[in-house]
């Protein structure tokens, strides 16, 4: 060990970021149907996959039995809607406390809206609003594990299909047909969001083509990694089309209607999810969406942050030792005759702080011969 220390100046030392990333692949198989006990007596099948809490304000989706050691959380599902909602036909507020569980989901609305939208300038908590469009009142939201995400979603990377079809007490019963949101197609990142960037997720019929435009449907949250579904997106068509009187094209929309809504009065121009968040439970809310889940995929990111320190030992440095074996009977070991220029074999670096204390230590592989005909450069890289 040196019993001399080298102070290293800003010319010895730099900072490096690195992004990893990784892709992560959700299929509807897991989101729904692997883990499911049909039962037709009820209206969805037993799912040991999806814990369902008792204060019913969300429901967590996992990659295996939730009870199980081996299972990974994947996601968060829940929904709300904002206190400023209304009817489309007649402009009445939707909030009412005739509603199912309807404060927990103005609660959820106004919680997520607070951390990722922020508030405006008198202190009132903002609306999610697709930037230059539409303001987004009711609204699903999947909340991404920090397990999948790291440090974020890669930009540009996410897609999420769905199924189209009208009924959805069964798993995947969504009659072939899907729809594809993706972030792709516009390289706007928007930043005045209290929790990061994040962007606008628009709706494309599969396959989707990153050269096409697309409806509006969400927003995606990249270093929260959340995404927030707008009820723009859903539509309830059937064989007959939609109704003339409302220009909605079927190949833009997701129908969520189906057994969910059956019994409930509904106008034509509104959206079903609307009336689906009124009568339905969160839970049942949640099903609805996720049996319609067909894949869900995108790259995650981690942030790799390093400082490399440049160690220099020219060539009148460290050929000495302070290592007790070093010398024996007043003689240095490494030499065989007085003559023999002065030779040192470097096998640890240390890094010491301003009050010499040893705080980081780095092993070399194999020790390197350091004599005063030549000098080593040891390149020393610290992550975080």
């Known amino acids: 060990m040196a019993n001399t220390l080298k102070p290293l100046s800003s010319n010895d030392v730099t900072s490096t970021r690195t992004l990893l990333h990784e892709v ?71 909030p009412d406390g005739n509603n199912v569980q309807n404060a927990k989901k103005v609660n959820i609305y106004n919680q997520m809206a607070q951390v990722l939208m922020g508030h405006d300038h008198t202190g009132s908590i903002k609306e999610f609003q697709i930037p230059g469009g539409d303001v987004i009142r009711e609204a699903y939201f999947v909340n991404f594990s920090r397990l999948l995400v790291k440090d974020e979603i890669k930009k540009g990377s996410l897609t999420m299909s769905f199924g189209t079809g009208s009924a959805f007490a069964t798993a995947f019963d969504y009659g072939g047909e899907s729809r594809t949101l993706h972030d792709y197609g516009d390289t706007t990142y ?34 929260a990694g959340i995404v927030v579904l707008s009820a723009s997106m ?16 079927k190949d833009n929309y997701i129908n969520i209607s189906g057994s969910a809504v059956s019994g409930h009065a509904k106008s034509d121009d509104d959206l079903s ?17 996720r049996h319609r ?14 400082t490399i320190h440049f160690c220099r030992a020219n060539h009148n440095e460290f050929n000495y030792s302070s290592n007790p074996t070093y010398v ?26 301003s009050d010499n204390v040893l705080l980081a230590a780095a092993k070399l592989s194999e020790p390197i011969k350091k004599t005063n005909q030549n000098e080593v450069t040891i390149r020393v890289r610290l992550d975080y």
């Open 24 to 94: 992560v692949p959700i299929t509807g198989t897991i989101v729904s149907g692997t883990y499911g006990i049909a039962d037709t007596s009820t209206e969805f099948p037993a799912e040991n996959n999806i814990k369902n809490f008792s204060h019913g304000m969300f429901q967590s989706v996992y990659d295996y039995p939730y009870l199980s050691s081996s299972a990974n959380h994947i996601f968060d599902l829940t929904v709300g809607y904002s206190t400023s909602s209304v009817w489309t036909h007649d402009e009445t507020p939707i």
């Open 190 to 223: 928007y930043t005045d969001s209290p929790a990061g960037d994040y962007a606008v997720l628009t709706m494309s019929a599969d396959p989707p083509d990153p050269e096409e435009g697309g409806k509006p449907a969400g927003l995606v949250f990249y270093q």
């Open 234 to 249: 859903f539509f309830p068509y059937d064989s007959a089309n939609i109704q003339p009187e409302v220009d909605h094209d």
């Open 273 to 289: 999810f609307r009336e689906l968040l009124c009568s339905s439970s969160i839970t049942g809310t949640t099903n609805a969406l």
């Open 293 to 306: 889940i067909d894949n869900i995929e995108f790259q995650n990111t981690t942030e790799l942050n390093s």
């Open 328 to 353: 024996s009977s007043s003689k240095i070991q490494v030499k065989s005759s007085n003559s023999d220029s002065p030779t040192s074999y470097i096998t640890t670096v240390g890094l010491y702080g």
